[in-house]
């Protein structure tokens, strides 16, 4: 029997995929610090290579494992790669630019510049879609949406205190990297809606495989990277392999998935303005595994950002 899904059923599947993604912070700060003190400095852009790649790969791995028989039947279908490679693409591009941009911003300059993606989905959908033709959905803002795009912006830029911002090379990255984010939610929205989503996330998981492992090939070229059989002992590091694990199941396996499933009932900019919850859970869980401190910014952001999901969903 076929679920009928609802609005109320993929507001709550995206909320719980804020959650998740919450989780990833912590998860991947763990990995990369043991990266850092294996590998060293010289080995960041390796590491970050290597995470991608065992992330997407895994949950290209398990995925068929757990769908019905005969759901990638028409794998071979040329409509479906062109559209899931796009997908991939835009993901891969908003990651490499944001960890790019990390490395000369402080954290909350790139969690400001990186929110702007909520503003950039409400921009950019109606472009899109004078380019591309309707995608089934109206993108007419109302003021409840619109008011809680700018909250959603707001409190994401402090959640983590006022950002301290000078626009230099690795703020541009971030920037593009909130492009980049904008247009996959943008591109999600069209792509699932005329194509079977669970076929499109396993070609958007190949995608990401290939693209992260040409970008790790490229890191391995350089200099004075770490040789590959320096990579073995970090694959086998239980800080490294078990926080990719749980990237990989949950972060992209069962988020990406439900956000193929269900970001489709409602508007990009609707979805936007929720996904921006994100850093509230991001801050509560450095709270509780005591990887930050609580101060009135949390308190001032996260409210923000609640009131401006509130105002959203119900003005």
Do not use: C
């Not at 944001?98 to 990186?114: C, R």
């Not at 409190?155 to 971030?174: C, K, R």
């Not at 396996?253 to 193929?260: C, D, E, F, K, R």
């Amino acid at each position: 029997m076929r679920l009928q899904s609802t609005p109320l059923r993929a507001t709550l599947s995206l909320l719980f995929i804020t959650i998740i993604w919450g989780w990833t912070f912590s998860w991947m700060k763990t990995a990369l610090n043991t990266a850092d003190l294996l590998l060293g400095p010289a080995g960041e852009m390796t590491a970050q290579a290597l995470f991608l790649t065992a992330r997407f790969a895994l949950a290209a791995l398990v995925l068929p494992l757990l769908v019905p028989t005969g759901t990638f039947s028409n794998l071979a279908a040329g409509a479906l790669w062109r559209d899931g490679i796009w997908l991939s693409l835009l993901l891969l591009a908003g990651f490499f630019l944001q960890l790019f941009g990390l490395a000369g911003v402080t954290p909350p300059v790139s969690a400001f510049l990186t929110s702007l993606y909520v503003v950039f989905t409400a921009l950019l959908a109606p472009l899109i879609e004078k380019l591309l033709g309707p995608s089934g959905v109206r993108h007419r803002l109302t003021r409840g949406v619109s008011l809680g795009i700018l909250l959603a912006t707001f409190g994401a830029t402090y959640i983590g205190g006022p950002p301290q911002i000078s626009l230099g090379i690795h703020e541009l990255l971030t920037i593009l990297s909130a492009i980049a984010f904008a247009l996959h939610i943008l591109f999600t929205d069209r792509i699932t809606r005329r194509q079977p989503p669970l076929v499109i996330t396993e070609i958007t998981f190949i995608g990401a495989t290939a693209g992260s492992l040409g970008v790790l090939v490229i890191a391995l070229a350089q200099p004075q990277a770490p040789t590959p059989h320096a990579l073995l002992p970090l694959l086998r590091h239980p800080d490294f392999w078990q926080p990719l694990a749980y990237t990989s199941v949950l972060g992209s396996l069962l988020a990406i998935t439900l956000m193929n499933l269900f970001q489709r009932e409602m508007p990009p900019a609707r979805a936007a303005v929720l996904y921006a919850l994100e850093p509230v859970w991001a801050a509560l869980i450095a709270l509780a595994t005591g990887l930050a401190s609580a101060d009135i910014w949390l308190l001032v952001g996260g409210t923000a950002l609640l009131a401006g999901n509130l105002l959203a969903e119900f003005w």
